[in-house]
C-alpha cells in the first residue's frame, strides 16, 4: 500500500510501527485512496495492541487541490493543520493558500501600523472560542494579503471581509481569494476608518493606534447600537469600551469582546 498512499502525504509510520500496521480508507464517497484529502485515514495496529492513530501531513499542493474542490474544509482542514508540526503551520498554511511574504509597507497615514500577517494559532482559538458560525459575517480590520478572512471562512463557513488601505496588499488578497475560488470571501481598499462598518464579527491584529483607532472604535460602537457584536483583537487592548466585555482566552496575544445586546 505504500506506493497508493506516498503521493498525496509526507511522514509515515514510525520506525517500531509492527508489520501489521494497516492502512484503512474512507469509501463513503466511493473516491480513490488519493482522490481528495479527507477521504483518506491511516491507523496504526500492533498485534495485540489498541488501535493506534498516526498523523499524516498533506503536502501543500495536495491540501490546496482540497480547498479549490471545495473539499478540504472545516474539522477536515483544522485535523490537517493539527498534523503539521508547530515550528512549520505558518508556512504550511502560506503554502497551502498562496500567500507570498509581505510586500514592502506604501504610503500609511499616521496611526496605521506596517502590516504583519496574524498568527494561524489565533485565527484558529477565535473560530473556536467565540465560536464563529456559518451565520456570522467576520469582517478584518487591516486585512493585509488575506490570511485571516480565508482561513476563518475555510474553518467556519462563514462570510468573510477584509478592508485594507494598501491597494497593492488588496489586490494581492482578492487574487489569492480568486485562486481557491472562494466567492464568500472579499476584501475592500478603503481606510476603516472612514467608512460606515457592518458585521457581527470584527478581527483587529493591532493595525492602528491614536486617532485613527479612536475612530475605528467609533464606528464599532455604533456598530453594536444595531446589533450584538464580537471583537476579537491580537496584541491590543480595548481601553475606553464599557459597551465590550472582555473573557479570557487560551491564547496570551488573543482577547475577546462580546458588546451587550442592543436596547
Known amino acids: 500500500w505504500l506506493p497508493i498512499l506516498a503521493p498525496p502525504v509526507t511522514g509515515g509510520i514510525p520506525d517500531e510501527a509492527d508489520p501489521a500496521v494497516v492502512a484503512i480508507v474512507r469509501t463513503d464517497t466511493g473516491l480513490a485512496p488519493s482522490a481528495r484529502p479527507r477521504d483518506l485515514v491511516l491507523f496504526g495496529t500492533l498485534l495485540h495492541q489498541p488501535l493506534a492513530t498516526f498523523a499524516i501531513t498533506l503536502d501543500p499542493a495536495t491540501a490546496r487541490a482540497g480547498i479549490i474542490a471545495g473539499e478540504l474544509r472545516g474539522e477536515a482542514l483544522l485535523d490537517a493543520i493539527a498534523a503539521v508540526a508547530p515550528a512549520s503551520r505558518e508556512t504550511w498554511i502560506d503554502a497551502v493558500l498562496g500567500i507570498a511574504p509581505p510586500p514592502p509597507d506604501r504610503d500609511l497615514p499616521r496611526g496605521a501600523v506596517p502590516y504583519l500577517p496574524a498568527g494561524v494559532e489565533e485565527i484558529i482559538a477565535t473560530v473556536r472560542e467565540l465560536p464563529i458560525r456559518a451565520t456570522d459575517e467576520l469582517v478584518d480590520l487591516g486585512a493585509g494579503l488575506g490570511r485571516v478572512v480565508i482561513l476563518a471562512h475555510l474553518i467556519s463557513g462563514a462570510r468573510a471581509h477584509g478592508i485594507e488601505l ?19 470571501v472579499t476584501v475592500a481598499c478603503a481606510n476603516a476608518a472612514d467608512i460606515e462598518l457592518d458585521g457581527s464579527v470584527f478581527f483587529l491584529y493591532a493595525p492602528f493606534n491614536g486617532d485613527m483607532l479612536a475612530q475605528v472604535m467609533q464606528r464599532l460602537a455604533q456598530v453594536s447600537r444595531r446589533r450584538r457584536i464580537a471583537v476579537a483583537t491580537v496584541d491590543l487592548e ?6 465590550l466585555v472582555s473573557r479570557p482566552t487560551r491564547r496570551a496575544a488573543l482577547t475577546l469582546y462580546e458588546s451587550a445586546q442592543p436596547t
Open 238 to 243: 480595548l481601553h475606553g469600551a464599557p459597551w
Open 166 to 184: 494598501q491597494s497593492h496588499l488588496v489586490e494581492r488578497a482578492r487574487a489569492t481569494c480568486a485562486e481557491l475560488r472562494l466567492p464568500a
